[in-house]
């Protein structure tokens, strides 16, 4: 089993900047995704930014040019990181940001891993 431990998010006024990290335990596992959602209250939870394993990248169009997401390249001994830096950041930026990755191999550590949220306010 893959966990993600999320850290970073809190309180900012409007035109702030947050930094977001996700990081994976384990090693040894190929990833197929790796992207930030976020769900603002009463609302569902929606793909903000995602990367792919050659580090191609994509943004919703309410982030694009404000949000950018990146990740390391583990090596035997650090672990995989995502990070998600946020700029220029409005009240509509506020929610539960979660990261997640998805697994494809091998097989014992394959599946969906989220996560655990972390809150991200924007606000004077």
């Known amino acids: 089993q893959v966990q993600l431990v999320q850290s970073g998010g809190g309180l900012v006024q409007p035109g702030g900047s947050l930094r977001l990290s996700c990081a994976a335990s384990?090693?040894?596992?190929?990833?197929?995704?790796m992207g930030w959602h976020r769900q603002a209250p009463g609302k569902d939870r929606e793909l903000v930014a995602q990367i792919s394993s050659n580090f191609g990248v994509s943004y919703a169009d309410s982030v694009k040019g404000r949000f950018t997401i990146s990740r390391n390249k583990p090596n035997s001994t650090t672990y995989l990181e995502m990070y998600l830096q946020m700029d220029s950041l409005k009240p509509d930026d506020t929610g539960v940001y979660y990261c997640q990755i998805v697994v494809f191999g091998p097989a014992i550590f394959k599946g969906d891993y989220w996560g655990q949220g972390t809150q991200v306010t924007v606000s004077s």
């Open positions: 384990g090693s040894g596992y190929t990833v197929s995704f």
